[in-house]
Structure formats: structure tokens, C-alpha cells
């Protein structure tokens, strides 16, 4: 199948190459904050707030300015929780969570400085119980929520995951 132009974009902004990113879980009452990220060629990616580091600012620095782009937000960064390794090639990252809090701002749909206006990748923004999240397919969702029971088992995890990965071997 040919790649789209969001496609191309993806791969040429974040493809073959190791990123750190950093990623935002904010669960207020029983729901979680959610983006819906078009990832091209018609597939979509429901997962939390973050993206990739800037050199020479901290891990919750990016956090705080990643949550702002993308959601409104003003958050607190509270807690590390884990580290997921995602690779799905071209794609390959690995993915620090931290428990956030809001402190300010209003929500509102953000964007992706990184990716040019009309390759924007950030379609929706929705907080979401742990029953809208369960009923997506797998292929829609974030490995991290893959077979969770509740949200409070987002932030009990800790450690070193690689939830169902592919691999370049």
C-alpha cells in the first residue's frame, strides 16, 4: 500500500531513528485523558498527552511543555511510574509515563510544532472512562492499555515494558 502524506510525514519527522519520549497519564474522577493521534493510511492511535524530548531540558520539563502543546494544560509533573519500549518500525521509542495533576490552563485541541499544518496528527481530545477505552480495538489503543483492568492499574505499574512489540530481527 502507498503511504499517505501523513504517513511520509511520520516516518520522515520520527522514523528509523531511537526517541525518548515522555508521557502524561492525568486521571481525574474515573476518567483518563486521552488524544486520538492519525498515524496514516487510515489507522488511528488513542493514547495519553507526551511526545519527544527537547536536549537540554529535563524529563518533566518536556512533560509540563508536551501537555501544554497538545491539551491546554498546565500539569504537575507527581510521580515516574515506567518506561515502555515501543517499537513498530519505522516507529521505535522509548516511552517514560509519569502520573501528572492539572494546575491550570483549559483544555483545548492542541497541535505538533514538529509537523507541518497540514500534517497535523492530533485529531481528538476526550477524556475517556476505562469502559470507552476497552471498548477500541487493540490496534487503536495504546499497548499500555491492552488488557487493564482499571486506570488505577496504569499507575501502579513500574519497570520496563515492551507490551506486545514488534521487532527488526
Not at 520520527?14 to 481525574?28: A, C, D, K, M, T
Not at 529535563?58 to 498546565?74: D, I, V
Amino acid at each position: 500500500m502507498p503511504k499517505d502524506k501523513i504517513s511520509k510525514e511520520i516516518e520522515a519527522k520520527f522514523g528509523n531513528q531511537l526517541r525518548s519520549r515522555v508521557n502524561g497519564i492525568l486521571i481525574e474522577g474515573e476518567k483518563i485523558l486521552m488524544i486520538k493521534h492519525l498515524m496514516g493510511n487510515g489507522k488511528i492511535l488513542w493514547s495519553v498527552p507526551g511526545g519527544g524530548m527537547h536536549f537540554g531540558f529535563s524529563a518533566p520539563e518536556n512533560l509540563k511543555r508536551e501537555f501544554s502543546e497538545e491539551t491546554g494544560l498546565n500539569v504537575e509533573v507527581k510521580a515516574y511510574l515506567f518506561v515502555n519500549e515501543y517499537l513498530a518500525a519505522p516507529l521505535h521509542a522509548m516511552e517514560h509515563f509519569f502520573l501528572v495533576e492539572k494546575i491550570g490552563g483549559k483544555l483545548t485541541l492542541g497541535t505538533d510544532p514538529e509537523l507541518y499544518p497540514d500534517s497535523q496528527i492530533i485529531e481528538e481530545i476526550k477524556w475517556m472512562s476505562l469502559n470507552e477505552i476497552q471498548s477500541l480495538p487493540n490496534e487503536a489503543l495504546h499497548q499500555i492499555f491492552w488488557g487493564i483492568k482499571s486506570l488505577e492499574d496504569l499507575v501502579l505499574l513500574r519497570g520496563y515494558f515492551n507490551f506486545g512489540n514488534n521487532s527488526l530481527k
